[in-house]
């Protein structure tokens, strides 16, 4: 598992490219026969991918969460963006087809991650945050989510958001998780843009063909920085950093919060004037 420590927003004014990349993106989320995890110290929220050809355990690193299980003290959200597959969950099994996803509570011991076919593994990426309640491990099919319909084709941004992980839907501790989709013709995201000082969030790109990016808005509103993203990676975004993008072709990406409250229209809005 990976530590990435946060980051003063006047740090990252300073910082080029490389730097960026190597304090806030996190790529190769897939890997076969690999977990990738990260922990990161805003709001210690870890993210992370497994691609199970074979069945996986995820098991926990004592020297970094200090539990004696991974989620002994945690919740977790899982979403597959790959081939059908299975969650073990203690001593009940999940099927989870494409865009499923399943919210993990706190206490679970016993975690672990099959596909049903080797020749189309699974993908299954992770958000888990720490939790001090235990709400009960629940499934959520991607066809039984209603999606909200928002933005124009006109200004490049017609999207459907779902909400996975949610007050209004599944109950959870403090993790909120949903999925945007861009339509074609469309590549913003997030514009206007906003901060929200309570919560930090974290943003997985896919449904990206190899030669396409998105290049990734952050920083302060008054020190705008961009981090180019490609297929598969993940971007950390501090409570302080605007978090938005334009791709060269239509995407999909899946946010996860966690923080101190759970309310969605809970953002600081920037005027577009008011960026730099």
Not at 228 to 234: F, G, K, Q, Y
Not at 249 to 256: C, D, P, V
Request: aromatic share 10%; hydrophobic share 35%; with cysteine.
């Amino acid at each position: 598992m990976q530590v990435r420590h946060a980051v003063h927003p006047e740090h990252a004014a300073s910082m080029k490219s490389d730097a960026l990349r190597e304090h806030f993106l996190i790529d190769a989320i897939f890997s076969p026969k690999k977990i990738k995890l990260v922990y990161s110290h805003n709001d210690r929220l870890i993210v992370g991918g497994i691609y199970p050809d074979t069945p996986m355990t995820l098991d926990v690193d004592k020297n970094i969460i200090g539990a004696d299980f991974f989620l002994e003290r945690r919740e977790m959200g899982v979403i597959n963006i790959g081939g059908a597959g299975k969650i073990k969950v203690d001593d009940i099994s999940y099927s989870m087809e494409h865009k499923d996803g399943l919210y993990i509570g706190k206490g679970s011991k016993n975690l672990s991650f099959e596909s049903n076919d080797t020749a189309n593994p699974s993908k299954f990426y992770i958000n888990s945050s720490p939790a001090h309640a235990t709400f009960p491990t629940e499934k959520v099919s991607f066809d039984d989510i209603e999606p909200d319909h928002l933005g124009e084709l006109e200004n490049c941004n017609k999207r459907s958001i779902r909400k996975y992980f949610h007050p209004q839907g599944i109950k959870t501790c403090q993790l909120v998780m949903g999925m945007t989709t861009l339509e074609k013709g469309s590549v913003w995201n997030t514009m206007p843009v906003h901060t929200h000082e309570r919560r930090m969030e974290a943003y997985f790109y896919f449904n990206m063909a190899q030669d396409q990016l998105v290049f990734h808005l952050m920083g302060t509103p008054s020190e705008t920085r961009h981090i180019i993203v490609r297929n598969h990676e993940a971007v950390l975004s501090p409570s302080w950093s605007i978090h938005s993008g334009a791709g060269t072709s239509n995407y999909t990406f899946i946010w996860g919060m966690a923080g101190e409250n759970q309310t969605f229209t809970d953002m600081d809005g920037v005027p577009m004037s008011e960026l730099r």
